[in-house]
Every structure is written in C-alpha cells, then in structure tokens.
C-alpha cells in the first residue's frame, strides 16, 4: 500500500481544469492508497467554511466519499486557505494537521510542512502571515458577510500579485538555514512540504548526518504526487 502527499491543489475558479482532475484521482488512485496527505493551498481561497463556493462542491463531495470508502486523509493549512476548520472536516471526513507536524512515515520520522514558514528572506509575506493567523483579526474577518470577505480575498490576492512582481524567485524560495533549524529542532531526516512550487528532491546535511527534503509541486502546470511506501519515495507527475 502506498501514502499518497500532494499540495497546492488550488482549487477555484482561475483554473477550473484542476477540479475534474482532483476528484478522478481522490477517486482512482487515492481510494486505493494507506493514507492522502494534503499540504496545503488545497483551495485557492477560503472565507470560512460558511463560505465554500459552487466551484468547491465536487472536491468536498470526493473527499466525502474517500474517507468514507475508510482512506483516511489528512489536510493542512496553507497561506490561500488557513480558515479551514471543523465544519469543513465533519462534511468531508478530514483531519486536519497542524503545521508543522511529525509522523511516522513507514519507520522514518518526517517532517511535514506547507512551506510558507520556511520562506524567511521574504519579510513583507512573514509580517503578512503572521496577521493572518491572528485569531483577533481571523475573528474580526469571520464576522463579515460573505461578499465583505470574497471582496477582502480579492483585494488581498490582487495585492499579493503586485508585490511579487517586484520579488526574486530567490526571496520568495525558502531560506537554506531555516529548513536546517526546522528539521535540527526536530530531530528528523526527513522533510516534505510544498507552497513553492518547485518539485524537487533535495539532499543536504543535519546536525551532521544526511537528510533529504522533498517539494511537492502546484497542480495547475506540475500535477505533482509523492508516493510512498516501505520501499521509499517517489516524487512525479500525475499520470
């Protein structure tokens, strides 16, 4: 049996095409898998789960439907859909996973993570991150009809395009040191996350032994999925 990561769905209305393509593999491949790990951005947005939209609907029904048919599935928060809570886990079976988290992972302890953390070069995304977990403003958005909030998540996204534009790809990748002190502080081997974007297996040293992170990919250009099992891990493209 194999343990199914993937991240950065992103599912919305920018990029229809995923919604079909996620729900033939919640339905195929993952429904014969050991476990489906989501590591965030599963949503392009999300105001709160009062708010899911019609374009969400047949990825909350897939979900249903595999956790239902016993593959257990595990999501995490990302940076487009940190308001995922409890209601979204009971209608779809879900559990959702804090990030980061450690897990056993066929006798290896690994690290999972979004990635977003790790990104400590960009200064203005961590001020912004670390206001968008406040629970105070988190409350105060929460409040607000769901027009006030799909208005403030486009104003938000139109916002975060500007910016980048004026952003290296170095700045917005994650910081060297900090994936080593994420994985030192934890005393793992091992570390998978996504958010940047760029697939790849990566091998470094920890506290002077070797260890290995692994990138998942988006879903709109890589379609990527890692899978793993007692043999290893694979990382490829959707196929």
């Given at each position: 049996m194999?343990?199914?990561?993937?991240?950065?769905?992103?599912?919305?209305?920018?990029?229809?095409?995923?919604?079909?393509?996620?729900?033939?593999?919640l339905?195929?491949?993952?429904?014969r898998?050991?476990?489906?790990?989501?590591?965030?951005d599963?949503?392009?947005?999300?105001?709160?789960?009062?708010?899911?939209?019609?374009?969400?609907?047949?990825?909350i029904?897939?979900?249903?439907?595999?956790?239902?048919?016993?593959?257990?599935?595990?999501?995490?928060?990302?940076?487009?859909?940190?308001?995922?809570?409890?209601?979204f886990a009971?209608?779809?079976g879900?559990?959702l996973?804090?990030?980061?988290?450690v897990?056993?992972?066929?006798?290896?302890?690994?690290?999972?993570m979004?990635?977003?953390?790790?990104?400590?070069?960009?200064?203005?995304?961590?001020?912004?991150?670390?206001?968008?977990?406040?629970?105070?403003w988190?409350?105060q958005?929460?409040?607000?009809?769901?027009?006030?909030?799909?208005?403030?998540a486009?104003?938000?996204?139109?916002?975060?395009?500007?910016?980048?534009?004026?952003?290296?790809q170095?700045?917005?990748?994650?910081?060297a040191?900090?994936v080593?002190e994420?994985?030192?502080?934890?005393?793992?081997?091992?570390?998978?996350?996504?958010?940047?974007?760029?697939?790849?297996?990566?091998?470094?040293?920890?506290?002077l032994h070797?260890?290995?992170?692994?990138?998942?990919?988006?879903?709109?250009q890589?379609?990527s999925?890692?899978?793993?099992?007692?043999?290893?891990?694979?990382?490829?493209?959707?196929?």
């Amino acid at each position: 049996m194999t343990t199914l990561f993937i991240a950065d769905i992103h599912l919305g209305n920018e990029h229809p095409e995923i919604s079909p393509r996620f729900c033939d593999f919640l339905y195929d491949e993952a429904s014969r898998a050991t476990a489906l790990y989501i590591l965030g951005d599963l949503f392009e947005v999300w105001i709160g789960d009062d708010g899911h939209q019609p374009e969400h609907a047949a990825a909350i029904t897939a979900l249903q439907q595999l956790t239902q048919s016993g593959v257990p599935a595990y999501v995490m928060h990302g940076n487009r859909d940190f308001l995922l809570g409890s209601q979204f886990a009971t209608e779809t079976g879900c559990t959702l996973i804090d990030d980061p988290i450690v897990i056993d992972l066929y006798g290896k302890p690994t690290l999972l993570m979004h990635g977003d953390s790790l990104c400590t070069d960009d200064h203005e995304y961590l001020q912004f991150r670390a206001q968008m977990r406040n629970p105070a403003w988190q409350q105060q958005f929460l409040s607000q009809s769901v027009e006030q909030r799909l208005a403030t998540a486009r104003h938000y996204r139109e916002e975060s395009r500007r910016r980048n534009q004026g952003k290296t790809q170095e700045i917005m990748d994650v910081n060297a040191a900090a994936v080593i002190e994420a994985m030192a502080a934890h005393g793992i081997s091992q570390l998978i996350h996504g958010h940047t974007h760029r697939p790849a297996l990566h091998e470094l040293t920890v506290d002077l032994h070797p260890a290995q992170r692994i990138v998942l990919g988006d879903w709109y250009q890589q379609q990527s999925v890692l899978r793993c099992d007692a043999g290893g891990c694979q990382l490829s493209n959707l196929s």
